[in-house]
């Protein structure tokens, strides 16, 4: 089984919609992290938590809310989703940060 | 800031050819250095690293050396195959005080053709 997972793989919505992504890992890491991938731009960093209790914003947090529910879930919600969000999704966990991130295999979300 | 400036692609070769893409980087301090592979349809994988100057990073046939003069971790294959073809990403990060975050180049898309 993959050591990081993430649900759905793949949504379409509508604008104004709320949408939930949802990730889950196997490898007891207190380190876990939300990105968006777009064409050209390489990957930006929505948000990351040190742990259970420490959830920071990234880079282009506007928009987005996570959830750490336990140690080994973190869920990203857009709470009322606009097109301009369509993009790739990926979340990563760490051991430590400056480490290396094992990363899931990605939510392509697309927002009508 | 941090950043990181790779090679735009896409690079078209064919099997068995020699592999450059360049990458260097801005980065107060001393990074640690990453190249990450993306296949098609899959997540990230780091596929090498390098955490201090003149550290060479290898795997799969890939290598790449930290170079702190040139700020530079351009990657290398001999002889890429078709099974190499994919997004690869350089990154950097600091270790050092809130500077924890992963920072990525935008990608380079290598097709490989038998």
């Known amino acids: 089984d993959a050591d990081v997972t993430q649900t759905p793989r793949n949504r379409i919505t509508k604008t104004g919609k709320r949408i939930m992504l949802e990730c889950s890992q196997t490898k007891g890491h207190d380190r876990m992290y939300w990105y968006r991938q777009d064409p050209g731009l390489g990957l930006r960093l929505i948000y990351y938590?040190?742990?259970?209790?420490?959830?920071n914003k990234g880079e282009i947090s506007d928009g987005y809310s996570v959830s750490r529910q336990a140690q080994a879930k973190f869920s990203l919600s857009l709470e009322s989703a606009i097109p301009n969000q369509t993009a790739l999704y990926f979340c990563?966990?760490?051991?430590?940060?400056?480490?290396?991130?094992?990363f899931g295999p990605g939510t392509r979300l697309t927002v009508l | 800031g941090n950043s990181v400036t790779q090679m735009e692609g896409p690079v078209t070769l064919s099997e068995e050819a020699f592999l450059t893409i360049n990458c260097t980087y801005t980065?107060?301090?001393?990074?640690?250095l990453f190249w990450y592979v993306q296949y098609p349809g899959e997540g990230l994988q780091l596929l090498l690293k390098?955490?201090?100057?003149?550290d060479k990073g290898s795997n799969k046939g890939f290598e790449a050396t930290y170079r702190k003069e040139t700020t530079s971790f351009h990657l290398e294959k001999g002889s890429v195959q078709v099974s190499d073809s994919a997004v690869y990403f350089c990154a950097l990060t600091l270790m050092r005080g809130s500077n924890y975050k992963l920072t990525f180049g935008k990608g380079t898309l290598l097709t490989v053709n038998p």
């Open positions: 980065a107060t301090g001393y990074p640690s």
């Open positions: 390098a955490t201090k100057a003149d």
């Open positions: 938590s040190f742990d259970v209790k420490d959830i």
């Open positions: 990563a966990t760490s051991e430590i940060f400056g480490d290396e991130q094992f």
